[in-house]
């Protein structure tokens, strides 16, 4: 088991750029969460998937926020036209549900800086 | 919608104090309740959870009870080391069985403890 990992780890980008993170989660886990943490906050709940199904995505900031987890392993996270206000966090979390229950597992975080 | 309130830091104990650290809770039906927490530099890490009333979760000396009648979930530990110094997150879920959906978690904002030799 090699945790959740999220690629990359920092992530510099001027205003109006395109980003993409992308996040691994642990091989057994069937749900995969995206959040987004700000200086001084708890994470912030964006969206989510079970397989590949997007069963959340009303949390999403923006249109300028996608996500995708095209084969049911790893999901990327897209931001488009950033913006200075885009800068935090992006934190990933995997989670095997069985019978309603389950336990998220955290990756390590994408710090994005926007300029 | 679901909410988390904690205490607002930092908290700055000697070692060896007795800790706590207060969580209350907004949320329909009975979600889970969890104590993350974040270590200098390192990523969130699950420290302990309760899924419904009355169980007590623990780990590590620290322990939280699900209290419904209170909508509480207060983090204690008897004797603090300067190892525990690190940001200490409440959060809840909902879940299917409550009616409450499955979703993502709802963090409160942190709580930065600080424990001196």
């Known amino acids: 088991d090699t945790g959740v990992s999220q690629d990359p780890r920092h992530k510099i980008t001027k205003r109006g750029q395109n980003v993409t993170f992308r996040c691994d989660p642990i091989?057994?886990?069937?749900?995969l969460y995206w959040y987004r943490q700000t200086l001084g906050q708890g994470p912030e709940f964006l969206t989510y998937f079970q397989n590949e199904a997007q069963l959340e995505k009303s949390r999403l900031l923006s249109d300028r926020f996608s996500a995708e987890r095209p084969k049911g392993s790893f999901s990327t996270l897209e931001i488009q036209r950033t913006e200075q206000g885009d800068s935090a966090m992006y934190l990933c979390a995997s989670s095997l549900e069985a019978g309603g229950w389950e336990t998220q597992y955290f990756g390590p975080g994408t710090r994005l800086l926007v300029l | 919608g679901n909410s988390v309130t904690q205490m607002e830091g930092p908290v700055t104990l000697s070692e060896e104090a007795f800790l706590t650290i207060n969580c209350t809770y907004t949320?329909?039906?009975?979600?889970?309740l969890f104590w993350y927490v974040q270590y200098p530099g390192e990523g969130l890490q699950l420290l302990l959870k309760?899924?419904?009333?009355?169980d007590k979760g623990s780990n590590k000396g620290f322990e939280a009870t699900y209290r419904k009648e209170t909508t509480s979930f207060h983090l204690e530990k008897g004797s603090v080391q300067v190892s525990d110094s690190a940001v200490y997150f409440c959060a809840l879920q909902g879940t299917p069985h409550s009616g409450g959906g499955a979703d993502g978690l709802t963090f409160g904002k942190g709580t930065h403890l600080i424990i001196q030799p």
């Open positions: 091989s057994e886990h069937n749900r």
């Open positions: 949320a329909t039906g009975y979600p889970s």
């Open positions: 309760a899924t419904k009333a009355d």
